[in-house]
């Protein structure tokens, strides 16, 4: 795969901000609200996601380069120690349309209290996008030491 040809994917943290994204050096052709079936979010202490058959992780599809996704997850091994493999997934723009794309996942992750600050930022991304509000509700409560598994549905 080409490292300047664009991929579809599905961005569930801070990261599905075009803003954000442009402060790491990413510069989306289009992002799209959208959701993702089947899978659950959690903060502990970054952001994840779990499979749950009965909950809905919401985000945004962003139209990036192989390059540009690199850059991002290399970062994120290099400052966290977190690796984030890339899953094939079907989201749903909020318009009800399908999509193939990637979704970055971290299969290992050391439990631990979620960042206050990234909690506050995540719900208003999820508000900015104009995700339900119960979702920005359900991210903002990942701040208040939440140990369960964090399934919206």
């Known amino acids: 795969m080409s490292a300047g040809r664009r991929v579809w994917v599905f961005f569930y943290g801070t990261f599905m901000s075009a803003d954000v994204l442009r402060d790491h050096g990413v510069f989306p052709k289009e992002v799209v609200p959208a959701k993702l079936?089947?899978?659950?979010?959690?903060?502990?202490?970054?952001?994840?996601?779990?499979?749950?058959?009965?909950a809905t992780a919401y985000g945004a599809l962003a139209l990036v380069t192989q390059?540009?996704?690199?850059?991002?997850?290399?970062?994120?091994?290099h400052d966290f120690g977190l690796v984030y493999?890339?899953?094939?997934?079907?989201?749903e723009t909020m318009n009800g349309e399908s999509c193939p794309a990637l979704c970055y996942i971290a299969?290992?992750?050391a439990p631990g209290p979620a960042d206050e600050d990234y909690v506050r930022e995540l719900a208003a991304c999820v508000r900015a996008?104009?995700?339900?509000?119960s979702y920005a509700r359900h991210v903002e409560s990942f701040g208040r030491d939440r140990h369960d598994e964090g399934k919206y549905s």
Do not use: D
């Open 37 to 54: 079936a089947g899978h659950a979010l959690s903060i502990c202490p970054r952001v994840n996601l779990t499979k749950a058959n009965t």
């Open 129 to 133: 996008h104009g995700l339900p509000e």
């Open 85 to 91: 493999k890339p899953e094939t997934v079907h989201a």
């Open 107 to 109: 299969q290992v992750m």
């Open 67 to 77: 390059s540009e996704l690199g850059g991002i997850y290399s970062g994120l091994a």
